[in-house]
């Protein structure tokens, strides 16, 4: 396999509701993949899977070559343990729609957090990258603030920064501008802009067809669990052919 990820027929039930059914995807190394759909169409479960936040039911996801949450043994398979999956999550970087920093570090504490205590770097070695990402997302004067005194925009670009400290192959977006406030979403759309150019590969779920018309190489469109439609942001947002795509479009838009 050439891909960062190949999901081949992805199953996720919660109980009676399927939020997955027989997803297969594949994205490209350095590619932006934006998701959209309506809510509960299964674009959040898709990123939480392929970050091992959920279990599939049954399928398969590799990242770069990788299986994921299991090994196999001849022709078994078998589930890892926390820490095996814990190992396998570094990854892949994941950004929610709430920011999820700790309250009681300060912004540069945030970010060293992971590097140090999971992978065991040493802070010398550790701040002068965090510092690099906070010049990166525009926030090099708020390292020691802490997140109750910054604003919405403010915390999710250290949220992008604390999981880019990590040194992730893939970084996972969970419509991240979602619970900010209109004026706020510029920011953070910018830092993403920046990261697509870079060659990071992406994937981001979102409502934001402007930014999915200008940064993605591709745009899918799922709903009810299933891949409705998949093609570059043109053929998807500005001619689908699926009718189910056309009525979300038009609905967004409106």
């Given at each position: 396999m050439s891909s960062m990820v190949v999901?081949?027929?992805?199953?996720k039930f919660f109980g009676d509701f399927q939020a997955l059914d027989k997803?297969?995807?594949?994205?490209?190394?350095g590619e932006v993949l934006c998701i959209i759909g309506p809510s509960g169409s299964g674009k959040s479960t898709l990123l939480r899977c392929i970050n091992q936040l959920e279990r599939i039911d049954s399928g398969a996801i590799w990242i770069d070559d990788e299986l994921i949450g299991f090994r196999q043994e001849?022709?078994?398979?078998?589930?890892?343990?926390?820490?095996?999956?814990?190992?396998?999550?570094?990854?892949?970087?994941?950004v929610f729609q709430r920011f999820n920093l700790f309250a009681h570090m300060t912004v540069l504490e945030n970010i060293i957090e992971g590097p140090v205590i999971v992978q065991r770097r040493t802070k010398s070695a550790v701040i002068p990258e965090a510092m690099?990402?906070?010049?990166?997302?525009?926030?090099?004067?708020k390292k020691n603030a802490y997140p109750s005194e910054l604003s919405g925009g403010q915390q999710q670009r250290i949220a992008i920064?604390?999981?880019?400290?990590?040194?992730?192959?893939?970084?996972?977006?969970?419509e991240p501008t979602s619970a900010l406030d209109p004026e706020l979403v510029s920011d953070v759309l910018n830092v993403m802009r920046d990261l697509a150019t870079s060659g990071m590969t992406m994937v981001v779920v979102t409502h934001?067809?402007?930014?999915?018309?200008?940064?993605?190489?591709?745009?899918?469109?799922?709903?009810?669990?299933?891949?409705?439609?998949?093609?570059?942001?043109?053929?998807?947002?500005?001619?689908?052919k699926e009718k189910r795509t056309q009525d979300f479009i038009a609905a967004v838009l409106a």
């Open positions: 999901a081949v027929d992805l199953n997803v297969s995807l594949e994205i490209e190394h001849g022709d078994k398979l078998y589930q890892l343990n926390d820490t095996e999956i814990a190992r396998q999550r570094l990854s892949s970087g994941m690099a990402l906070l010049e990166k997302v525009g926030l090099t004067d920064a604390r999981a880019l400290a990590m040194k992730p192959k893939l970084m996972l977006f969970d934001e067809l402007g930014f999915a018309r200008e940064v993605a190489n591709r745009v899918v469109f799922m709903d009810r669990g299933k891949i409705i439609e998949s093609g570059t942001p043109q053929e998807i947002l500005s001619n689908p």
